[in-house]
């Protein structure tokens, strides 16, 4: 098949899809409005089962669209139109779901990045409140570690410590524990630093999370200064 015929192939298909998604859509509508007429004409078990068939394309159509929504979003970030992304952002996050909660996440990235720490918490709140269960620990994570750029290290103690009370067994876990020892060394916590360290050394060993947590436990001794050279006598 020409390269020219698999274009008309595939925009007739598309075709096809937005006909048929159409068609279903207004179907879902007028059963939705008259439930008593589709009962009678379809018998209330069918009826039911079309409303959820219906509601179910109806919800994916929706959020596929909101995942391409996100990648262009993502891709308008990476090339640093980053105010016409967060418009986008803002759109997806509006619709809910797991897109509305990466959508709050990415914007709280891109406030992050930019310094704007406040902002990036009220993103970060905003995905954990809204967001499905398995992008909480990303929030909570995330909110830790802008608490720790933003110089609140009271803040930040408690929520990874929150983090680390209902999550502990996330893969995250590690990254929040070296936050709530930094944070915790912030606040003048030696000791509980100090704890929190030889924990991640014990519970992460042979990974990078041992080697980092024992280099900020034994730091290198500081390189003696060279002595200074004697001046070379003047010859007479």
């Known amino acids: 098949m020409a390269i020219q015929d698999k274009k008309h192939w ?7 899809q937005d006909e048929l998604k159409d068609a279903l859509e207004v179907a879902f509508d ?3 409005a008259n439930r008593g007429r589709a009962a009678a004409i379809f018998g209330g078990i069918v009826a039911v089962s079309v409303i959820a068939g219906l509601l179910v394309y109806s ?26 992304a967060q418009t986008q952002l803002a759109q997806i996050a509006a619709q809910g ?14 406030h992050f990045q930019a310094g704007q720490y406040d902002q990036a918490l009220d993103s970060y ?23 720790e750029a933003a110089g609140k290290p009271d803040q930040c103690v408690s929520s990874a410590q929150s ?11 590690p990254q929040v524990q070296a936050t709530l020892a930094r944070c915790q060394l912030a606040e003048g916590q ?11 050394a014990l ?4 990974s990078f999370w041992e080697q980092w947590a024992k280099s900020q436990l034994n730091p290198p001794a500081p390189v003696a200064a060279a002595p200074a050279a004697k001046p070379k006598a003047k010859k007479r």
């Open 203 to 206: 519970q992460y060993q042979g």
């Open 163 to 173: 983090f680390l009370d209902s999550m502990s067994d996330n893969a995250l876990a």
């Open 10 to 16: 595939s925009a007739k298909s598309d075709l096809k």
């Open 30 to 32: 007028w059963v939705l």
């Open 125 to 147: 709140n905003k995905a954990y409140e809204q967001a499905p269960d398995p992008l909480k620990p990303f929030a909570l994570a995330d909110k830790a570690e802008a608490l």
């Open 59 to 84: 919800r994916r159509a929706r959020e596929s669209a909101a995942w391409t929504s996100l990648s262009d979003a993502e891709a308008l970030a990476g090339s640093g139109k980053l105010a016409d």
């Open 190 to 200: 030696a000791e509980a630093a100090k704890a929190t360290l030889q924990k991640i």
């Open 97 to 110: 779901g797991t897109p509305g909660g990466m959508a709050l996440l990415l914007d709280g990235d891109i």
